[in-house]
């Protein structure tokens, strides 16, 4: 892997890049909430299979959201990403 290769010639500090990421994501995090792009943040991990289904009405309130929902296949958790999707 590059980054592998990077940190191991002494061109890139591991500790550096994951506390840049983790930088980026709060910026990102806070710019969602703030914007409501239609995302969900966790503050505390939870497993995705433990959430209880939940019915919306979605023709009644179709007017507000303008099928933004709809257009989306599903979410992803971070289980899906660490399995691969």
Do not use: N, P, W
């Not at 061109?11 to 910026?27: G, N, P």
């Not at 209880?52 to 990403?81: M, N, P, W, Y």
């Amino acid at each position: 892997m590059a980054i592998d290769l990077l940190a191991e010639k002494g061109l890139l500090q591991i500790e550096a890049l994951d506390e840049q990421q983790k930088t980026i994501a709060e910026r990102l995090v806070e710019k969602f909430i703030k914007e409501g792009t239609g995302i969900t943040h966790q503050e505390k991990e939870q497993d995705k299979y433990s959430f209880e289904s939940v019915q919306i009405d979605c023709e009644s309130r179709l007017h507000l959201c303008k099928a933004a929902c709809c257009t989306l296949g599903f979410a992803f958790s971070k289980q899906d990403v660490e399995k691969g999707g």
